[in-house]
């Protein structure tokens, strides 16, 4: 588990702070994320022709919980990748991959005016 859940679990009154929104709203925006993501999964399942049973390959290194944590730890604080994947003992990309992977659910999931300060950043930087 990474240093940030911990501390948020340890401490729910500091949520606010660090993430934006309070400790029973995480809780209930990572019940439906993780709702949503395995309604997805079993979608893109469905629909897959497999030779080989499902099941194997690398399990990721982030659990749901914390892979949404990471990507409301970017949204909030607007940090590198780099120093994302340090918080969370990955690397940069696979911090990359898995804002990215989070970012359409959440948006699914969360008032619209946090995930547009992301995209007029991200526009203004190219």
Do not use: C
């Not at 940030?4 to 729910?12: A, M, R, S």
């Not at 709203?25 to 079993?42: F, G, I, R, V």
């Not at 390959?57 to 604080?77: D, F, M, N, S, W």
């Amino acid at each position: 588990m990474s240093d940030i859940l911990n501390h948020i679990e340890e401490k729910p009154k500091e949520t606010k702070r660090l993430i934006g929104m309070e400790y029973e709203q995480l809780q209930q925006l990572m019940q439906n994320a993780e709702q949503l993501h395995h309604e997805k999964q079993a979608l893109l399942e469905s629909k897959k022709v497999r030779i080989i049973t499902g099941g194997g390959g690398r399990k990721p290194k982030l659990a749901i919980k914390e892979q949404i944590i990471l990507t409301l730890v970017y949204l909030r604080h607007m940090t590198t990748f780099q120093l994302l994947g340090i918080q969370f003992g990955v690397s940069e990309s696979t911090a990359n991959e898995t804002f990215n992977y989070w970012l359409p659910l959440l948006r699914e999931l969360l008032p619209s005016s946090l995930i547009e300060q992301v995209k007029k950043k991200n526009l203004t930087i190219k």
